[in-house]
Protein backbone atom coordinates (compact mmCIF):
# COMPACT_ATOMS: atom_id res chain seq x y z
CA UNK A 1 0.00 0.00 0.00
CA UNK A 2 1.52 3.60 -0.83
CA UNK A 3 0.67 6.29 2.03
CA UNK A 4 0.22 9.87 -0.06
CA UNK A 5 3.56 12.07 1.30
CA UNK A 6 3.11 16.08 0.94
CA UNK A 7 5.84 17.39 -1.16
CA UNK A 8 5.31 21.37 -0.33
CA UNK A 9 3.99 22.85 2.73
CA UNK A 10 0.32 24.22 2.97
CA UNK A 11 -0.33 27.87 3.22
CA UNK A 12 -3.63 29.44 4.63
CA UNK A 13 -5.54 31.58 1.84
CA UNK A 14 -8.81 32.09 2.32
CA UNK A 15 -9.40 34.19 -1.14
CA UNK A 16 -12.07 33.51 -3.65
CA UNK A 17 -11.55 31.66 -6.99
CA UNK A 18 -12.90 31.49 -10.57
CA UNK A 19 -13.32 27.80 -11.20
CA UNK A 20 -14.27 27.30 -15.09
CA UNK A 21 -15.74 23.85 -15.79
CA UNK A 22 -14.95 21.72 -19.36
CA UNK A 23 -18.36 23.07 -20.62
CA UNK A 24 -17.44 26.91 -19.67
CA UNK A 25 -19.59 27.03 -16.72
CA UNK A 26 -18.03 29.52 -14.40
CA UNK A 27 -18.40 29.07 -10.96
CA UNK A 28 -17.24 30.88 -7.61
CA UNK A 29 -15.69 29.12 -4.65
CA UNK A 30 -13.55 29.96 -1.42
CA UNK A 31 -9.94 28.76 -1.26
CA UNK A 32 -8.62 27.39 2.11
CA UNK A 33 -5.29 26.99 1.33
CA UNK A 34 -3.03 26.69 -1.34
CA UNK A 35 0.63 24.71 -2.05
CA UNK A 36 3.03 24.25 -4.74
CA UNK A 37 1.18 21.35 -5.86
CA UNK A 38 -2.60 22.44 -5.44
CA UNK A 39 -5.49 24.04 -4.01
CA UNK A 40 -8.34 23.30 -1.20
CA UNK A 41 -11.49 24.72 -2.55
CA UNK A 42 -15.23 24.94 -0.85
CA UNK A 43 -18.05 24.76 -3.41
CA UNK A 44 -21.74 25.17 -2.75
CA UNK A 45 -23.93 21.66 -3.68
CA UNK A 46 -25.44 23.21 -6.83
CA UNK A 47 -21.85 23.86 -8.39
CA UNK A 48 -20.56 20.64 -6.81
CA UNK A 49 -23.09 19.21 -8.37
CA UNK A 50 -21.94 20.89 -11.96
CA UNK A 51 -18.33 19.86 -11.68
CA UNK A 52 -18.59 16.52 -10.23
CA UNK A 53 -22.08 13.94 -10.16
CA UNK A 54 -23.11 12.34 -7.07
CA UNK A 55 -21.15 9.61 -5.76
CA UNK A 56 -18.28 10.65 -8.14
CA UNK A 57 -14.77 8.49 -7.28
CA UNK A 58 -11.76 9.80 -8.85
CA UNK A 59 -10.43 8.52 -11.59
CA UNK A 60 -6.74 9.04 -12.42
CA UNK A 61 -7.07 8.08 -16.37
CA UNK A 62 -10.26 10.27 -17.10
CA UNK A 63 -9.77 13.37 -15.19
CA UNK A 64 -12.13 16.37 -14.15
CA UNK A 65 -10.12 19.73 -14.91
CA UNK A 66 -11.04 22.84 -14.11
CA UNK A 67 -9.31 26.54 -15.42
CA UNK A 68 -8.88 28.23 -12.03
CA UNK A 69 -8.33 32.49 -11.88
CA UNK A 70 -7.28 34.07 -9.09
CA UNK A 71 -7.59 37.76 -9.01
CA UNK A 72 -5.85 39.56 -6.32
CA UNK A 73 -5.72 43.16 -5.40
CA UNK A 74 -2.00 44.63 -6.51
CA UNK A 75 -1.13 40.94 -8.47
CA UNK A 76 -1.20 39.56 -12.14
CA UNK A 77 -4.28 37.62 -12.16
CA UNK A 78 -3.45 33.97 -11.76
CA UNK A 79 -4.94 31.34 -14.45
CA UNK A 80 -3.88 27.62 -13.47
CA UNK A 81 -5.35 24.25 -14.42
CA UNK A 82 -5.65 21.59 -11.87
CA UNK A 83 -7.02 18.47 -11.88
CA UNK A 84 -10.26 17.05 -9.24
CA UNK A 85 -8.21 14.36 -6.71
CA UNK A 86 -10.92 14.27 -4.37
CA UNK A 87 -14.42 15.30 -2.98
CA UNK A 88 -15.81 15.36 0.27
CA UNK A 89 -19.18 16.80 1.77
CA UNK A 90 -18.42 19.00 4.97
CA UNK A 91 -22.19 20.49 5.09
CA UNK A 92 -25.57 20.33 3.84
CA UNK A 93 -24.26 22.99 1.11
CA UNK A 94 -20.52 22.64 1.29
CA UNK A 95 -17.83 20.83 -0.59
CA UNK A 96 -14.42 20.54 -0.19
CA UNK A 97 -12.65 19.89 -3.65
CA UNK A 98 -8.84 18.84 -3.46
CA UNK A 99 -7.24 19.95 -6.78
CA UNK A 100 -3.30 19.44 -7.97
CA UNK A 101 -1.84 21.98 -10.22
CA UNK A 102 -1.23 20.58 -13.66
CA UNK A 103 0.43 21.69 -17.18
CA UNK A 104 2.26 24.91 -14.50
CA UNK A 105 4.13 26.99 -17.48
CA UNK A 106 7.58 28.97 -16.11
CA UNK A 107 6.22 31.77 -15.99
CA UNK A 108 2.54 30.82 -13.89
CA UNK A 109 5.30 28.57 -11.99
CA UNK A 110 6.92 31.65 -10.87
CA UNK A 111 3.82 33.69 -9.72
CA UNK A 112 2.25 31.09 -7.90
CA UNK A 113 5.65 31.25 -6.28
CA UNK A 114 5.88 34.46 -5.70
CA UNK A 115 2.04 34.22 -4.59
CA UNK A 116 2.61 31.66 -2.10
CA UNK A 117 5.33 33.42 -0.54
CA UNK A 118 3.61 36.34 0.60
CA UNK A 119 1.26 33.86 2.62
CA UNK A 120 1.30 32.24 6.02
CA UNK A 121 2.00 28.97 6.70
CA UNK A 122 -0.73 26.36 7.92
CA UNK A 123 -0.04 24.80 11.09
Known amino acids: MTAYVRHYLRYVWKGQVCATTADDIQLQAQARNVSKEGLHLVFDQV ?9 YVPNPTQPIELD ?56
Not at 47 to 55: F, T
Not at 84 to 107: N, P
Open 47 to 55: SAQLIVPLG
Open 68 to 123: LSIDEPGRKRLLLTAQVRGVRRLAQDAFSFHLEFVRLGTEVDQQLTDFIKSLPQES
